[in-house]
C-alpha cells in the first residue's frame, strides 16, 4: 500500500491505516451535547431553534444529545412548565436516549464543587449589592468592600476569577477574548445556587464535550471556561446559534411574552426552525413526520450554513 498522497504527503487514508495497525486504538473523542431549558415558562421558536441547533450538531457528529432540566431558580419557574417543555420536545421529534436530568436533584454535586474551589481558596463570601457593584465598576475579590460579612447576614459566595482575557474558539463567532469585571455568584444571597456554577458542574458530570446553544449565553462563556478549569476539567467546545428577534428587533423569550410553540403544528414548525438554521427542506417534506424531517436534516447538517447574526424570522 503506497503510504503517501500523489504529492508526496501522506493522505488521511494512508495515516488512517498506519494508526490502524497500532495497538493502541485511536478513538475520536466522543460527542456529546445537550439541551438545557430552565422551566420558566413554554417552549418558544427561538427556544425550538436551540433545540434543534444541538441536536442536529450532536446527532450528525455521531454524538448523544442530552436534555437537562435547569430547575434551579424555583421563584421563577412557571407550575407545569417542565413537562410542557419535555411534551414539545417529545412531539417535534427531539428525544434522548437517556433519561432527563433535573438540576433540583443534584444540588450535592454543586455543594461537592463548593466546597473543592473552598478549599483551593478560590471562593470568598460576599455581602455588596447590585448598587455597590455597579457604582465601582466591577467587582473582584480584592474590592469587595464587605469582606466576609457578619454571620448572620446574608452573603453571595462568589467565584475569584482570573483577571485575564479568556480566549476560545466559537464554532459561528470565530476567536473570542472575554474578561470578565465582576466575579460570578456561585450561590446567591437567598441559598440558591446559581446558573453559572449548576451549568459548568454539570457538564463536567455529564461529559459534554460541545455546548451548542442561544447567542445571548456568550458573554458568560469566558468565566464559565475559568470555572471548568478550576474545578479540574478541560472546558468542552462552544457554539452559539442566532437569536430569533420580534418586531421590536428584542430576543424572543420567555421574560417578553413570546408566543408558546403550537405543538399541534411539529412539522411547520421544523421546518421554520431549519430554514432559519440555513438548511433548505425540500417541499415534499411538508406532508411529513418529524422524525423523518429530523433524518433528513441530519443528513444535510453543515455548521458552515449557520448564518450567525441574530435576526427575525422572515429575514
Ligand atoms: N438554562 C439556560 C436557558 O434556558 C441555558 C443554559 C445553557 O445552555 O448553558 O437559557
Not at 442530552?66 to 421529534?93: C, F, K, N, T, Y
Not at 450561590?187 to 446559581?194: I, S
Not at 458573554?219 to 452559539?240: I, K, M, N, S, Y
Not at 428587533?249 to 414548525?269: E, F, I
Request: positive net charge; glycine residues 8%.
Amino acid at each position: 500500500m503506497p503510504w503517501t498522497g500523489s504529492r508526496g504527503k501522506p493522505t488521511w487514508q494512508t495515516l488512517a491505516a498506519k494508526f490502524a495497525r497500532r495497538t493502541i486504538p485511536m478513538t475520536p473523542p466522543r460527542y456529546i451535547g445537550r439541551f438545557a431549558p430552565s422551566p420558566t415558562g413554554p417552549l418558544h421558536f427561538g427556544s425550538l431553534v436551540c433545540a434543534l441547533g444541538s441536536y442536529l450538531d450532536a446527532v450528525a457528529h455521531g454524538g448523544t444529545w442530552l436534555i437537562r432540566m435547569e430547575d434551579l431558580d424555583p421563584p421563577r419557574e412557571m407550575p407545569g412548565a417542565a413537562e410542557r417543555i419535555l411534551h414539545s420536545l417529545d412531539v417535534h421529534g427531539l428525544h434522548s436516549p437517556h433519561p432527563v436530568e433535573w438540576q433540583s436533584k443534584r444540588h450535592h454535586l454543586y455543594q461537592r464543587a463548593l466546597d473543592q474551589l473552598q478549599e483551593n481558596n478560590l471562593l470568598y463570601a460576599c455581602g455588596c449589592t447590585r448598587e455597590q457593584i455597579r457604582r465601582a465598576g466591577g467587582h473582584r475579590r480584592a474590592d469587595c468592600r464587605q469582606g466576609s460579612p457578619v454571620s448572620g447576614t446574608p452573603a453571595a459566595l462568589r467565584f475569584c476569577s482570573e483577571g485575564e482575557d479568556e480566549h476560545f474558539l466559537d464554532l459561528w463567532h470565530g476567536p473570542q477574548s472575554q474578561r470578565t469585571s465582576e466575579d460570578p455568584i456561585l450561590k446567591r444571597k437567598d441559598g440558591l445556587f446559581a446558573y453559572q456554577l449548576a451549568v459548568v458542574v454539570d457538564d463536567i458530570q455529564q461529559g459534554v464535550t460541545w455546548v451548542v446553544r442561544g447567542a445571548d449565553l456568550l458573554d458568560c462563556t469566558g468565566v464559565q471556561c475559568q470555572l471548568f478549569r478550576a474545578l479540574g476539567a478541560e472546558p468542552p467546545g462552544f457554539g452559539h446559534l442566532p437569536l430569533v428577534m420580534n418586531e421590536t428587533g428584542q430576543k424572543l423569550s420567555k421574560q417578553n411574552h413570546a408566543a408558546a410553540l403550537d405543538d399541534r403544528r411539529p412539522t411547520d414548525n421544523l421546518l421554520q426552525a431549519l430554514r432559519f438554521l440555513g438548511l433548505r427542506p425540500p417541499v415534499e417534506l411538508s406532508l411529513e413526520q418529524p422524525h423523518h424531517l429530523l433524518a433528513w436534516a441530519t443528513a444535510h447538517w453543515q455548521r458552515q450554513q449557520v448564518n450567525r447574526h441574530n435576526r427575525r424570522l422572515h429575514q
